[in-house]
């Protein structure tokens, strides 16, 4: 192997997360189809997701610290197994409780299998362009509405949603288990070909215990909390939100669908961003833009309007995401990574969790979006002052002198 093969994990890690990603994300493809079919509650249905997010941040815990004691290639080959099983499972499920078991729990603990294992991978072969790699990574999750939805929803209006996910599933398996076979660990021939030596952690002797108990690991955390359960709410609820201030419906849809290109654009910008001037100071200024694009909302009027703040707002959530990896990795080296990178997936899934169900009651309790969204821009602004406490990144002078 040499160092040029790290390109070969970055494209292995975005196929991953776009497969895994997608089909998750993919439910909201059949909910309609179905809910006519079996005569389940949509709530039933969508409850799934809740799961999902649920079991995402518990399962990316304990693959992360699965990672760190036997490596990336046997937690992404259980992913792919149980992806394409459950996938496979739910098209066949007959009750609804057996279809929320199978999709809502074992995709959401597949899906978990992709994420910090990979961008933990990512930032063990980089040591230059680190911050552009891991971000490169992640993009594979903004594809993932703009491949494997479109394709759901042929194979649903060409045959039916049980012939739609099973294929799915066969799929999934196609892809991923050929791609799980390129995955590998770096050795230190190829690091150091890099161009430096690993970068040094901040306490190298420390233990899991004390890694999560650390400053460092509490800021991180609490940022990453924030940042997430700022933009969840606001994401979820945009198109009700556009629909609410007269944008037609399927205009209101597009919406959508200019955040998620907006960011994977955002990924790369911010990715080139962090390499020059490190992930603090670019994660703590993207922050501070979202907060900024978030209250903004409530002064939209018209369609463009609502356009060109998706286009910030979707480059912004889209290109901070995968700073927290890069900080992690600058903090703990890559001894432990894994685990952290769980920790910190388990922490920010409870934000993403938190935003629909509150956007939800507050709509519920006022008929209006507008406390969701004032509230929404309160905690992106206190994410970013949290992130301001980040310490200094360690080897951040030497890799600039290098």
């Not at 359960?229 to 037609?248: D, K, L, N």
């Not at 889209?318 to 990896?325: F, I």
Request: aromatic content about 12%.
């Amino acid at each position: 192997m040499n160092s040029s093969y790290r390109w070969v994990i970055v494209a292995c890690g975005a196929l991953m997360t776009c497969v895994a990603l997608g089909a998750m994300f993919s439910l909201a493809i059949f909910l309609e189809p179905m809910a006519l079919d079996t005569n389940w509650s949509r709530t039933g249905i969508s409850s799934a997701m809740t799961l999902n997010f649920l079991v995402m941040g518990a399962g990316g815990f304990a693959w992360g610290a699965i990672y760190d004691r036997v490596g990336a290639r046997p937690v992404v080959f259980a992913g792919a197994v149980l992806l394409g099983l459950s996938l496979v499972v739910a098209s066949r499920a007959q009750s609804l409780l057996v279809f929320q078991l199978s999709y809502g729990v074992i995709v959401g603990l597949a899906a978990s299998a992709f994420f910090a294992p990979m961008i933990a991978l990512t930032t063990a072969w980089f040591e230059t362009h680190r911050s552009l790699a891991v971000s490169l990574v992640s993009a594979g999750m903004g594809v993932a509405p703009m491949t494997i939805s479109p394709f759901a929803r042929w194979l649903i209006t060409a045959y039916d949603w049980r012939t739609a996910m099973f294929d799915i599933g066969i799929m999934a398996w196609v892809l991923l288990l050929p791609a799980v076979f390129l995955v590998r660990q770096p050795s230190t021939a190829v690091a150091a070909a890099d161009g430096s030596a690993p970068a040094p952690a901040a306490a190298p002797g420390m233990s899991v215990g004390q890694a999560l108990r650390s400053p460092q690991f509490l800021v991180l955390g609490m940022t990453f909390f924030a940042c997430c359960a700022a933009h969840s709410g606001p994401i979820f609820h945009m198109v009700s939100y556009a629909m609410s201030c007269g944008v037609a419906p399927m205009a209101a849809v597009s919406i959508y669908s200019v955040e998620g290109l907006a960011g994977l654009g955002g990924r790369v910008l911010y990715g080139v961003l962090g390499d020059r001037l490190g992930a603090k100071p670019v994660l703590i200024v993207g922050l501070a833009i979202q907060a900024v694009v978030i209250a903004a909302y409530l002064a939209v009027g018209n369609l463009e309007q609502f356009y060109l703040l998706a286009i910030i707002f979707g480059a912004t959530y889209g290109g901070v995401m995968p700073l927290y990896a890069v900080l992690a990795r600058d903090y703990f080296g890559p001894r432990i990574i894994g685990t952290i990178l769980g920790a910190a997936t388990l922490l920010s899934s409870l934000g993403m969790s938190f935003g629909p169900l509150a956007g939800g009651m507050i709509f519920d309790a006022y008929a209006s979006y507008s406390w969701l969204f004032i509230g929404s821009a309160l905690i992106g602004l206190g994410a970013a002052g949290i992130a301001i406490g980040f310490p200094p990144q360690p080897g951040r002078e030497r890799l600039q002198a290098a």
